[in-house]
């Protein structure tokens, strides 16, 4: 498996308290995105990261924050956790380099907001 | 915008049989089209993309832009073979860089019966 690893791996959480879920890559790649997962919805895009301090909104961005403060790193914050946010996240990483724009994933985070 | 659309949630099919899964793509944009498969219990991968124009397990993809398609097919389906499949697009640079948003379909289920 490509050096990607998600933490944590299984959250339970209360509605309104914040949460962070972190995405760690030993790849150097320069794009990284966050995915959440639900059944009928396939993966659905909530931010993504082009570079250090460069982000952008997916479709599904609203009460969802990122950053990436180092090619390393990115981070996925939930600043006030509702219930419609229970979902499995995925974060991937890709190269920018010519021919090499395969996706590389997580394992996945399940979060459960009660 | 850029959108991906797999019209079938669930598709069944017998050992031996010959299977399709469908996609079809939005992008103003040169695109660049992939094929991504989720087996149980394991992460999400890349099963193959356009450009490469190779043969993965059997699979084929043939990118039709009058047709805005990139329908996955295999004249033999396995029992090895029942996963989640997700189709995915990003625009496509200069040289076979690939550039910006991943965006995904829904997926489609694929279930072989022996």
């Known amino acids: 498996d490509a050096g990607i690893t998600q933490s944590p791996r299984h959250k339970v959480t209360e509605t309104g308290t914040p949460v962070t879920l972190r995405c760690h890559q030993t790849?150097?790649?320069?794009?990284m995105y966050w995915y959440r997962q639900d059944p009928g919805h396939g993966l659905r895009l909530i931010h993504y990261?082009?570079?250090?301090?460069?982000?952008d909104k997916g479709e599904v961005s609203d009460g969802y924050s990122v950053s990436r403060s180092k090619t390393e790193d990115f981070l996925l914050t939930l600043e006030s956790a509702t219930s419609s946010q229970t979902s499995v996240y995925f974060c991937?990483?890709?190269?920018?380099?010519?021919?090499?724009?395969?996706?590389?994933f997580g394992q996945g985070t399940r979060l459960t907001v009660v | 915008a850029q959108r991906v659309t797999q019209p079938e949630k669930l598709l069944s099919v017998f050992k031996g049989a010959p299977v399709e899964l469908k996609c079809n793509y939005s992008?103003?944009?040169?695109?660049?089209l992939f094929w991504y498969v989720q087996y149980s219990r394991q992460r999400l991968q890349l099963l193959l993309r356009?450009?490469s124009r190779e043969s993965i397990k059997g699979f084929t993809a043939d990118l039709n832009k009058g047709e805005t398609s990139f329908h996955l097919k295999k004249p033999f389906a396995q029992e090895e073979d029942s996963a989640m499949y997700y189709c995915?697009?990003?625009?496509?640079?200069?040289?076979?860089?690939?550039?910006?948003?991943?965006?995904f379909g829904q997926g489609t289920i694929l279930t072989v019966h022996p």
């Open positions: 790849e150097n790649h320069r794009y």
């Open positions: 995915a697009l990003s625009g496509l640079g200069a040289g076979g860089t690939s550039y910006g948003k991943l965006t």
């Open positions: 992008y103003s944009g040169s695109p660049e």
């Open positions: 356009h450009i």
């Open positions: 990261s082009y570079g250090v301090k460069d982000t």
């Open positions: 991937a990483t890709r190269g920018a380099g010519a021919w090499n724009t395969e996706a590389f």
